[in-house]
């Protein structure tokens, strides 16, 4: 069965940091490019972030451009998120998403999705 | 950035009608552009890419059409699993922008 489970998430102050994992599997990881989508509960989605196949293409929405880095273990079938000077406004449900086609960053869309795991900045 | 405009925001509608909802993108995205349904407490599901492409457990009753800036996901007669929340996304260009979503209620 193809999954994805999120873990790392939680409560933290302002300014503070987390690293959210994704572990993976049933499916070929290092084949395929890993994104992080956060949605705030009851409201609509916001990519956040995307890495390639190899590493080599990383992209990033501009609200966290500066504060956020997304890495990949193919070795662990794993992909992170490191979270820095995090902001009441990154309080959200953050998914772990598969791009569909091989080799390509979102070509086809995101084909398999995490059940999220949830970030609550506050004091 | 390119920007995505979904409409409606919300739609109330009965089991049997059909529903057509837009996405419109700021610029030309060929037909780099996906549909996911989320429906309550769950993840988004990917519905439709490339426009028109269904995905293998999507029935035949959904359409995806369009290309360029204009677009539309058209539900031919709604069924009671397909009230949920719909999203368009871009992949033409980074960042991988949203449509800010859908929400299809039952009336």
């Known amino acids: 069965e193809v999954q994805l489970v999120e873990s790392g998430g939680g409560l933290v102050q302002p300014g503070g940091s987390l690293r959210l994992s994704c572990a993976a599997s049933?499916?070929?990881?290092?084949?395929?490019?890993m994104h992080w989508v956060r949605q705030v509960p009851g409201k609509g989605l916001e990519w956040v972030s995307s890495i390639s196949w190899n590493s080599g293409t990383i992209n990033y929405a501009d609200s966290v451009r500066g504060r956020f880095t997304i890495s990949r273990d193919n070795a662990k079938n794993s992909q992170y998120l490191q979270m820095t000077s995090l902001k009441t406004d990154d309080t959200a449900l953050y998914y772990c998403?598969?791009?569909?086609?091989?080799?390509?960053?979102?070509?086809?869309?995101?084909?398999?999705w995490g059940h999220g795991i949830m970030v609550t900045v506050s004091s | 950035d390119i920007q995505m405009t979904q409409s409606p925001s919300s739609l109330s509608a009965s089991v049997g009608d059909r529903v057509t909802i837009t996405c419109r993108a700021s610029q030309s995205i060929s037909t780099y552009l996906s549909w996911y349904q989320q429906r309550p407490g769950e993840a988004p599901k990917l519905l439709i890419y490339?426009?028109?492409s269904l995905q293998s457990w999507v029935p035949s009753r959904f359409d995806g059409s369009g290309s360029g800036t204009d677009f539309t996901l058209t539900i031919i007669s709604l069924q009671p699993e397909d009230f949920a929340s719909y999203y368009c996304q871009q992949s033409y260009s980074p960042p991988y922008t949203f449509g800010q979503g859908t929400k299809l209620e039952i009336k």
């Open positions: 049933g499916f070929t990881f290092d084949d395929y490019a």
């Open positions: 490339d426009a028109s």
């Open positions: 998403a598969k791009a569909a086609l091989r080799w390509t960053t979102t070509r086809n869309g995101l084909d398999v």
